[in-house]
């Protein structure tokens, strides 16, 4: 694809993003809040003292400890830059995720497939628009375990065994579906 069908596909892919960023800061700034308002509760228990899984919030906290235990930082600040801050996590995460996967490899006339793949990113997101609004919207951790998930691989298929190993102890410390996904 030329550049305009690469300037058209980011165009999209970044329009997408923005409109699920302001979504996003909605959902964040209602009364009852939305997923991550459930997490940063929980780590506020646990500065308090109290159980994680008892936390005052409509969104009951489901996570391992290590997950409420990392999320410390974030409720020691206020809730609307802590929302800022999940929400550029999970936008990262997903920007990393795709460019890690289209900088694996090489076109068939070895140029690299990176600037080529937009079109098929901007196809993939707005195929995939459901699940990015679900995730992002709700503020919740899939994106960011996925990416961690995924830098665990690439570092075992790369043989460095030790970030692998943490990377994937991370992942499962924070949701448990990995772990059981390696089994």
Request: hydrophobic share 55%.
């Amino acid at each position: 694809p030329g550049p305009l069908a690469r300037n058209v596909s980011m165009a999209l892919v970044i329009g997408l993003l923005v409109v699920l960023a302001v979504q996003t800061w909605g959902m964040a700034r209602r009364p009852e809040g939305y997923d991550f308002s459930g997490y940063l509760a929980a780590s506020r228990a646990l500065l308090d003292g109290g159980n994680p899984y008892h936390a005052p919030s409509p969104f009951q906290y489901v996570y391992p400890l290590f997950f409420a235990t990392a999320l410390l930082p974030l409720a020691l600040i206020p809730a609307p830059l802590a929302d800022l801050i999940w929400l550029a996590l999970g936008v990262g995460s997903l920007a990393w995720l795709t460019r890690a996967l289209t900088s694996h490899g090489r076109a068939p006339d070895g140029a690299p497939t990176g600037a080529r793949a937009w079109p098929l990113i901007a196809i993939l997101a707005l195929a995939s628009v459901d699940l990015l609004q679900h995730n992002l919207r709700n503020g919740q951790v899939n994106l960011l375990v996925i990416a961690v998930s995924a830098a665990s691989w690439w570092a075992m298929t790369a043989r460095k065994p030790v970030r692998s190993t943490v990377g994937l102890a991370v992942a499962t410390a924070i949701k448990i579906m990995p772990g059981v996904l390696l089994l």
